[in-house]
């Protein structure tokens, strides 16, 4: 177990890091109303390009932040004993899985059943709010 803690707490360090580099560049882009809200007549290919550039920054930085919780919280459940257990169904983790990917919380088939529920309910969003752009 000594080289799978020695590997999340080296990738933890690095999405830290990385996110810490990310702040600060985000920050910029997230004061509020900084964009399209005194202009009613904003270009709104600009306005688009704005929001775009503004999701993409969210996205990785929520990566990350997805990414440092899920190292941590491996880290824990590695001090707990119960590193290697879905947190699904309780079943144990393949150590394949566990060598790719040593963060996971969870099984192949719960991981699969999560990416389909996610994906079945931004589907839903799109059809019901197709032209929001609200976050
Ligand atoms: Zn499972």
Known sequence: METIRERLEEDLRTAV????????????EEVPGAIGDNSPYADEVDEIQANERREI???????????VNRLSAALERLNSGDYGTCI??????????LRALPEVQTCVRCQDRIER??????????????VSDDE
């Open 117 to 130: 529920m996610g994906r079945h309910l931004e589907e839903d969003e799109e059809e019901l709010e197709a």
């Open 17 to 28: 890091g990385r996110l810490r580099q990310l702040g600060g560049a985000v920050a910029v």
């Open 57 to 67: 920054g969210f996205a990785t930085r929520e990566l990350l932040v997805d990414r």
């Open 88 to 97: 699904e169904c309780e079943e144990a983790i393949s150590p394949a899985r």
